[in-house]
């Protein structure tokens, strides 16, 4: 399903460290980035850069390709909301300890002038005077620092927020598929595991896996750019005819992902079969030389998260519905049911022809 093999019953994450040590890489968190997007295929040409270094590829190749492909330094990113963040709550610490000494003080002059009133060597003129002029000053200086307190807790705040929604939006970015602009694998696999969270909302949840047909033969035959154009376009026509509140992803290269939650106004099947009938029915030509790249039809299979125990038996058994139709002559939709198990042998070049 997606640009590079997988092998049945092996773990994402055990593979891609594999290849890392195989590559005598050391496992940091951009590299692992790195690989992982290469491994799920959802950007050929970053898979094919990564593969042209071969087998003895360096740090510094390595973080090269990330600048290009990924536009950012997430570690960058990062350490610097960090920073800022701790310097924020720096200051809001001082502001909090200046509050305190600033009550603490003015705690004295009150008990200062409590003792002068108290006092019986002053005359009662001499003690209403003096303890105005002193509560009035203290009391003064107290509400304007604490005003200039309030003011600068305001600013920190301030700038709080804004590295909150710094981290949002790189967070939606980092979430976010670039050529088909939906949600990409890291934040399929989010959603997926999410759904387990709250067990009391699997008997109307669903997962559906949808996989463009023949697609390996599109772009051996017209080229990548050509293949991510038409991708895009598929895309838009999952999105477009999956109810406004599903989950849409791109789950790696031609796979793409569509999560239900709670209830929709129609059948599951039925909403897979608008999607599937809407593409075939798409044009995909070229206006410009007029070459038809079409039909462009998918294969879809489903299942939905009821009596399932975890996100992976949730999509191991929509993957083997998508197998079956597959294995039925593709362009149809399968739901999956128990007996698909005993006929379940797969074969990976399925989904390469």
Excluded at 16 to 28: D, E, H, Q
Excluded at 38 to 63: C, F, H, M, V, W
């Amino acid at each position: 399903m997606t640009s590079t093999p997988k092998t049945p019953g092996v773990d994402i994450a055990a593979q891609i460290t594999f290849a890392m040590r195989s590559m005598g890489l050391p496992p940091l968190p951009r590299n692992y980035a790195l690989f992982y997007e290469a491994y799920i295929g959802s950007n050929p040409a970053l898979t094919r850069k990564l593969a042209a270094l071969g087998s003895q590829a360096t740090q510094a190749e390595l973080d090269v390709i990330a600048e290009e492909f990924f536009g950012h330094n997430s570690n960058r990113i990062i350490e610097n909301a960090h920073s800022r963040m701790v310097s924020e709550l720096d200051s809001l610490v001082r502001l909090l300890k200046q509050e305190q000494s600033s009550l603490e003080t003015y705690n004295k002059l009150l008990d200062e002038t409590s003792a002068r009133i108290n006092a019986k060597s002053s005359s009662s003129v001499d003690l209403l005077r003096n303890a105005i002029q002193i509560l009035t000053l203290a009391t003064g200086d107290t509400m304007a620092r604490g005003e200039k307190t309030a003011e600068s807790f305001n600013q920190r705040s301030q700038e709080m927020e804004a590295v909150r929604r710094e981290l949002d939006e790189y967070k939606r970015i980092a979430n976010t598929d670039s050529l088909t602009r939906l949600a990409n694998r890291r934040a399929f696999d989010e959603k997926l595991a999410g759904l387990f969270s709250f067990p009391t909302n699997l008997a109307k949840a669903a997962l559906i896996l949808i996989d463009v047909d023949h697609f390996k033969r599109v772009n051996d035959t017209y080229g990548h750019p050509v293949g991510d154009k038409i991708l895009a376009t598929v895309a838009g026509v999952i999105r477009a005819n999956a109810p406004r509140e599903a989950f849409v992803a791109r789950a790696g290269g031609e796979e793409f992902a569509v999560i239900l939650e709670g209830s929709i106004d129609e059948d599951i099947h039925t909403m897979c079969e608008r999607i599937r009938v809407n593409l075939e029915g798409t044009p995909f030509r070229n206006s410009r030389t007029g070459i038809n790249y079409g039909p462009i039809t998918a294969s879809i299979g489903y299942s939905t998260a009821a009596n399932c125990e975890d996100s992976s038996e949730l999509y191991s058994r929509s993957d083997i519905a998508l197998y079956c139709a597959k294995n039925a002559g593709r362009n149809c939709t399968r739901e999956f049911e128990s007996g698909m198990r005993k006929d379940f042998n797969k074969n990976w070049l399925i989904y390469k022809s």
